[in-house]
């Protein structure tokens, strides 16, 4: 059974920085994607990035450069540091785990996802 944890998140002011961190346990799969999405109520989830076993990290540009992905895939964890918090990036973010390492950008590929964790920025 496939556990992915999220942890970070919190209320921080506008300017500020957050790192959110992810380990995902009970991976069986060989190849695969572990990326982050975050949501605002009622929008749609969005892809803020991912890294695979490759080790390969994309993310969209709208993300750069304040959006940066890392980890080690090989170890299933991933962390999502955002630097220059604005109040825009108020939503809760999800970490996901995907098998194989196409459609790593589309939400709905995704089979295993955490709770989320809440980022609030205040003015």
């Known amino acids: 059974q496939v556990s992915v944890v999220e942890s970070g998140g919190g209320t921080v002011q506008t300017g500020g920085s957050t790192r959110l961190s992810c380990v995902v346990s009970g991976n069986t799969f060989r190849y695969y994607c572990l990326a982050w999405f975050r949501q605002v109520p009622g929008k749609e989830r969005e892809w803020v990035g991912h890294?695979?076993?490759?080790?390969?990290?994309r993310s969209p540009d709208s993300m750069k450069p304040r959006f940066k992905i890392s980890g080690d895939a090989a170890k299933n964890t991933v962390a999502l540091q955002i630097d220059n918090l604005q109040p825009e990036d108020t939503a809760t973010y999800y970490c996901?785990?995907?098998?194989?390492?196409?459609?790593?950008?589309?939400?709905?590929?995704?089979?295993?996802w955490g709770q989320g964790t809440q980022v609030t920025v205040s003015s």
């Open positions: 996901a785990l995907k098998e194989f390492m196409t459609g790593c950008s589309i939400t709905k590929f995704y089979s295993d």
């Open positions: 890294i695979d076993t490759d080790e390969d990290i």
